[in-house]
């Protein structure tokens, strides 16, 4: 009850003109100016196209003292067009030593973090080719990992090194060479990393082999047999130990290896066991089975806060409950679990399996997992649980602009993808009515788009088809567009009438509403105004659904 009300105390009572100047203000709202590097980051030209990625091999060693990265990069790649040129990327401030084909060195140019390879002939189009590249150099240093993209070099407590990187958005070129674009994810990778002796790296995928080396160096080799994404290639290096433990899931057992610092194992022991194996199991009740069983689960201690490593999330929630100890939602169910390992592990279903094509629909990753936080809470304390702690992340969101990005310039949109994105997707739970559908939606979309990239359209029109129902403009609406849809009531010779004011083409969502004290009701309003056809409804009596995300408004 105390969340109805606080609710109903924060309508904003809104006239049509007050919507029409918030149209106006965001129509007005001086467009983003974009660059060439911004094109040639983001853009799927031909150029990046003409290749598919098979596997990469990165073989690098990590001068730690020096804040030195230096090494290799094999790419190998099916051609799906006749081509001669290609693009990979490199971020400039690392230096090519030489690139490698049939034992030659082959021309190459740089166009700030683009880099052009030529071939000596042409490349057919389904013939199987390689290429390896040689640099090195001192790559960025994150300065607020994980919002910012690079390396982390830091001590732990016993003055020992402590390295991890994180390189979301910004992407993997800027410590290793790559076709760094989402669309295109490398179907297997053989991760090998050096590091000083005394020390561990903990990559994706499972260990092969460690290699003691002439140069007072270790070298770690992964192999990751899963498609993963390039920004989830981690490395991280610190003096670790290893527990490790199993869970039966929906596909067989599953490995669960954790590594943390020695001063950290016996709160990891505690925290990991209290919220790895509930995670899991509310997770794939609603998405399905874990996404890569082939490479196992691991949780990874690191000096920043966490990431969605693919099969080694990265883990830097200091073993407390909630967002550093602080409920996001203010509900108090926040408080009752680990958000790090919740949200982060959730990726690995919407970010990792599903993995969107372009920066511009990062919702994809974020709104659903961040959607699927409530998921956990309702698992495990029940729905009423879990639509309170949904209702809660309205705390946070700023409605300060769109939710989906600018394409073909690696650019994100608000970050209101997290908490409305999520209030969001209760909504489309709600217009569905049907919860063993929805779950069916959810795990249909993990089964569907199982390890591929997806576009906005995949999605709206998966939902689409499986609900029954177009609920296009009301993505449209809560995804394009930063203002939030008003529910408009009049009254007109005692019948009571309604309509949505909202930007959306065609904007009708389904919208449930009772007379007070009753049961209730769907209606479906249009951008017109309509009859509200529910027995005795009037402008004092009507009360609407308050889990839905909208603005109520009354006219005389």
Known sequence: MKIKQLYLAALALLSTATITQQAKAQLLKEKEQFTHADS?????????????????HLDVKIDIDKKFISGSNQFKFTATQDFNKLQFDLFANLNIAKVVYKGKELAYTRDGNAVFLNFPQTISKDSKDEFTVYYSGNPTIAKNAP???????????????????????????????????????????????SVPKGLKDVSNGRLRKVTQLKDGYTRFDWFVANPINNYDVAANIADYTHFEDTYMGE??????DYWVLPTSLEKAKKQFAAN????????????????????????????????????????????????????LSGTGWGSKWDYIIVHESGHEWFGNNITDKDLADMWVHESFTC???????????????????????????????????????????????????????????????????????LRGLNKTFYHKTVTYDDVVGFINQQSGVNLSPVFEQYLHYRSLPVLEFTSHENKLYCRWIAEAKDFNMPIRVRVK????????????????????????????????????????
């Open 251 to 256: 596909k067989g057992k599953l490995t669960l």
């Open 40 to 56: 040639l980051r983001g853009m799927l030209t031909p150029l990046r196209t003409c290749y598919d990625i098979n596997y990469y």
């Open 517 to 556: 004290g009753g049961e209730y009701k769907f209606i479906t309003p249009t951008k017109q105004m309509s009859p509200v056809e529910i027995a005795g409804a009037t402008k004092d009596n009507i009360e609407i659904d308050y889990l839905n995300y909208y603005v109520g408004a009354l006219m005389d």
């Open 371 to 441: 959607y699927s936080e409530s998921l956990f809470v309702e698992d495990n304390w029940g729905k009423k649980a879990g639509q309170e702690y949904n209702y809660g992340l309205r705390l946070t969101i700023n409605n300060d602009g769109p939710i989906v990005g600018v394409y073909n310039v690696n650019k994100e949109g608000s970050g209101d993808m997290y908490s409305k994105g999520a209030v969001f997707l209760n909504m489309i739970r709600t217009v569905i009515n049907d919860d063993e559908k929805w779950r069916g939606i």
């Open 276 to 327: 790895v194996k509930p995670m899991l199991k509310a997770f794939e009740h609603w998405f399905g089975p874990y996404p890569f069983y082939e490479d196992g689960y691991k949780l990874v201690e690191t000096p920043h806060l966490g990431m969605e490593h693919q099969g080694a999330v990265a883990y830097g929630n200091h073993f407390m409950n909630g967002y550093m100890g602080y409920d």
């Open 147 to 193: 919002w910012d993209g690079g390396l982390v070099f830091k001590k732990d407590s016993l003055g020992k090194p402590f390295v991890a990187t994180a390189c979301e958005g910004i992407g993997a070129s800027i410590w290793w060479p790559n076709k760094d674009q989402l669309a295109d994810e490398v179907d297997s990778m053989m991760i090998s990393i």
